[in-house]
């Protein structure tokens, strides 16, 4: 089945430092993978998603992910983070059988000023 | 403002009582879906629409009922609550099935 794994509950870093929340995941075929962020008391906002080509793929707010095929790895970085980053955050993937989109635990990123 | 939008914002419901939630999308999306929130388990897939007249069952759709009467309207339904179903509900709709969703604010459901 189809799935993907977020490791850590939550992230903490400094501002202005650089950023890394790490997904991993499970697809039998081609992986269609998103970033999506959650605001205190808002609904989920779409970030960037990996479809095909560039391995880098550029979203909103500066955010950026990295598709690793060969470690089944799509983790979102950014260079340099800003308190405003923080927020929860999914990583999810699109399910070949039902073409649903599952979604991680989330990691809470606390950017500290 | 195009979006999605979901109503009530907040509910506190006896058990055993009838509830719809209610979820109104303007951007003529063929796709809809609910999840539920909880705490440690991320988002869940209630139930999904592909379009207008058809659902499907998702990961969790027991207790719960969903009707697509037409493309911009998706509600659900619980039809006797209990208090297992005390979660954050959140609608979402997509162009189409597997492509990046756009989600409504939510809304906070107590059981007691």
Redesign the interface.
Known sequence: AQSVAQPEDQVNVAEGNPLTVKCTYSVSGNP?L?W?VQYP??????LL?YITGDNLVKGSYGFEAEFNKSQTSFHLKKPSALVSDSALY?CAV?DDNT????????TRLQVFP | IAG?TQAPTSQILAAGRRMTLRCTQDMRHNAM?W?RQDL??????IH?SNTAGTTGK?EVPDGYSVSRANTDDFPLTLASAVPSQTSVY?C?SSDR??T???????TRLTVV
């Open positions: 269609y998103f999506y008391n808002r609904g989920l906002q779409f998603k999914f699109r073409d649903k989109l599952i979604f991680g635990t989330g | 999605i879906y999840y440690g388990l991320g988002l869940r897939l999904y998702g959140f979402a099935v597997g990046e969703a756009f989600f409504g604010q939510g």
